[in-house]
């Protein structure tokens, strides 16, 4: 460290239980293991740049918590990706909240291992119904309409039929 530089450190190593000041990151080459406690701002005025980059292994946070993403007063772009060339992304654009699966001819799986809801977030109501091992159930306004059994489905409520209708087995009215 120079001395005519105020909490700057210039060239060379250190070793060191803790650092106090600011260390300018731009051309910093940081080896082994380094534990940063507190916050790490990664934006276009911090130290380091615009990317925080982990080349190989995990970047792990551990504790409570949140990642964030642009600004969600200003309805930004910002995505999350996965795979290459954006196999899987998850953003808002601004308007609307999506998980977009960019790979031509792959499915989306979604892999629990119990029960799946799809529910109103304002008011919880139920919309869809996965029960593993079990039925499947939509609803209308929070009322189940239709749910798969195992002798086949039920319906409950008005059945409106367009087309051509084919009953194989016997029909009770």
Do not use: W
């Amino acid at each position: 460290a120079h001395p005519e530089n105020e909490k700057k450190i210039n060239v060379g190593f250190i070793t060191a239980r803790s650092i106090a000041g600011d260390i300018d990151a731009n051309t910093m080459v940081v080896a082994g293991i380094s534990t940063f406690t507190g916050a790490i701002d990664v934006n276009s005025t911090s130290n380091f740049g615009d990317n925080l980059t982990v080349s190989s292994g995990n970047l792990t946070m551990s504790g409570a918590g949140n990642i964030v993403l642009g600004d969600s007063a200003s309805g930004t772009d910002d995505r999350i990706t996965f795979g290459a060339s954006t196999d899987l992304e998850i953003f808002h654009n601004g308007t609307n909240n999506h998980i977009d699966c960019h790979t031509a001819g792959q499915e989306l799986y979604i892999r629990p291992t119990k029960d799946v809801y799809f529910q109103d977030y304002v008011t919880d109501d139920v919309l869809l119904k996965m029960v593993k091992d079990g039925a499947v159930e939509l609803y209308f306004d929070n009322s189940k309409k239709f749910q798969t059994t195992p002798s086949g489905v039920d319906v409950s409520g008005t059945l409106n039929v367009t087309g051509v209708t084919t009953i194989t087995n016997t029909l009770t009215l």
